[in-house]
C-alpha cells in the first residue's frame, strides 16, 4: 500500500470515527449539555479544521467554542469538514506528501513541551498527525461519555476494516 493510500484509509476511518462518537454524544442528554465534550470536541474538529487550511493554502477561517450554541453545531462543523477533507485527499498526490510544510503554531507547542527548535514536517506526516491527535481526543471524549454514565462506541481501526470500512 502506498502512503497516500494509507493516509487515505486513515482519513477515511477518522471520518467514521468521528460520526460515531458524535452520535454517542448527541444522542446523550447529558454529554450534549457537557462542557468537557464540548470542549474536546471543538478542540479536535478545530485543529483538524486548521491543518487543513495549511494543507490547502487557504486562510484561516476557525470558529471559537463561544460561536457554538449546541453540540448539535459542532458537528455539523464536523461534517463539513470531513466532506472537504475527503475532497482534498481525492485531489492529493503521492508527491505532495513530501512537500515541507511550515506550521505556525510549532513554537507555542514547543514552549508547552520544553522543546528546543521546531524540526521538518513534511505534508503526509502531518496528515498522520491529524489522524493521531483526533483518535486521542476521540478517546478522552469516550471516558468522558463512560464518566457521565453513558455508551462510549467501539472506534478501533481494526473494528472498521472489520466492518468492512463503512463510510462516515
Known amino acids: 500500500m502506498s502512503q497516500l493510500a494509507a493516509l487515505r484509509d486513515l482519513i477515511a476511518h477518522m471520518t467514521w470515527a468521528d460520526r460515531?462518537?458524535?452520535?454517542?454524544?448527541?444522542?446523550?442528554?447529558t454529554a450534549a449539555g457537557d462542557a468537557v465534550i464540548r470542549e474536546k470536541l471543538h478542540h479536535l474538529?478545530?485543529?483538524?479544521?486548521?491543518?487543513?487550511?495549511?494543507?490547502t493554502?487557504?486562510?484561516?477561517?476557525?470558529?471559537?467554542?463561544?460561536?457554538?450554541?449546541?453540540?448539535?453545531?459542532?458537528?455539523?462543523?464536523?461534517y463539513g469538514y470531513h466532506a472537504e477533507v475527503h475532497s482534498f485527499m481525492e485531489g492529493a498526490g503521492e508527491a505532495a506528501l513530501q512537500e515541507i510544510i511550515a506550521i505556525p503554531w510549532a513554537?507555542?507547542?514547543?514552549?508547552?513541551?520544553?522543546?528546543?527548535?521546531?524540526?521538518?514536517?513534511?505534508?503526509g506526516e502531518s496528515m498522520l498527525q491529524v489522524?493521531?491527535?483526533?483518535?486521542?481526543?476521540?478517546?478522552?471524549?469516550?471516558?468522558?461519555?463512560?464518566?457521565?454514565?453513558?455508551?462510549?462506541p467501539l472506534t478501533d481501526y481494526i473494528a472498521w476494516l472489520w466492518l468492512g470500512r463503512p463510510a462516515g
Open 20 to 29: 460515531v462518537v458524535l452520535k454517542a454524544a448527541l444522542g446523550n442528554s
Open 45 to 55: 474538529h478545530l485543529v483538524q479544521r486548521a491543518f487543513l487550511h495549511l494543507w
Open 57 to 78: 493554502r487557504t486562510p484561516f477561517a476557525l470558529r471559537e467554542l463561544s460561536s457554538f450554541a449546541a453540540l448539535s453545531e459542532i458537528a455539523e462543523w464536523a
Open 107 to 123: 513554537e507555542r507547542v514547543l514552549e508547552l513541551t520544553g522543546g528546543k527548535a521546531a524540526g521538518v514536517v513534511r505534508l
Open 131 to 152: 489522524t493521531m491527535h483526533s483518535a486521542y481526543h476521540r478517546g478522552q471524549v469516550n471516558m468522558r461519555l463512560r464518566e457521565i454514565g453513558g455508551d462510549p
